[in-house]
């Protein structure tokens, strides 16, 4: 399976952006799809999770309440909305997936949140 992000870019605190997760070559049915983030000098966090089975929702404290997570089966794609950005969200957002054959990540869209 790859996974491609789409709709990082720069937005002033306050604002939104939804981010877009496209599975290629397979589905995301499975186990575990997500979102986690790496800020430069910081470790990778994760932020936001579906437990594909029931559809279940897990946000990291940093983020509940500002940011969404859902998914289209129909379209393999798993979406992250987020709203009321901060510039402590500034960082790089990756794609997971986790399924009976591993991990797969995304490689990564760039979300920068100015002053």
């Known amino acids: 399976v790859q996974l491609v992000e789409t709709g990082g870019g720069v937005v002033q605190a306050g604002g939104s952006l939804r981010l877009s997760c496209a599975a290629a070559?397979?589905?995301?049915?499975?186990?575990?799809v997500g979102w986690f983030r790496q800020a430069p000098g910081s470790e990778r966090e994760g932020i936001s999770l579906?437990?594909?089975?029931?559809?279940?929702?897990y946000y990291a404290d940093s983020v509940k309440g500002r940011f969404t997570i859902s998914r289209d089966n129909a379209k393999n794609t798993v979406y992250l909305q987020m709203n009321t950005l901060k510039s402590e969200d500034t960082a790089v957002y990756l794609c997971?997936?986790?399924?009976?054959?591993?991990?797969?990540w995304g490689q990564g869209t760039q979300v920068t949140v100015s002053p």
């Open positions: 579906i437990i594909t089975s029931d559809d279940s929702t």
């Open positions: 997971f997936y986790r399924d009976y054959r591993g991990e797969f």
């Open positions: 070559g397979g589905t995301l049915d499975y186990y575990v």
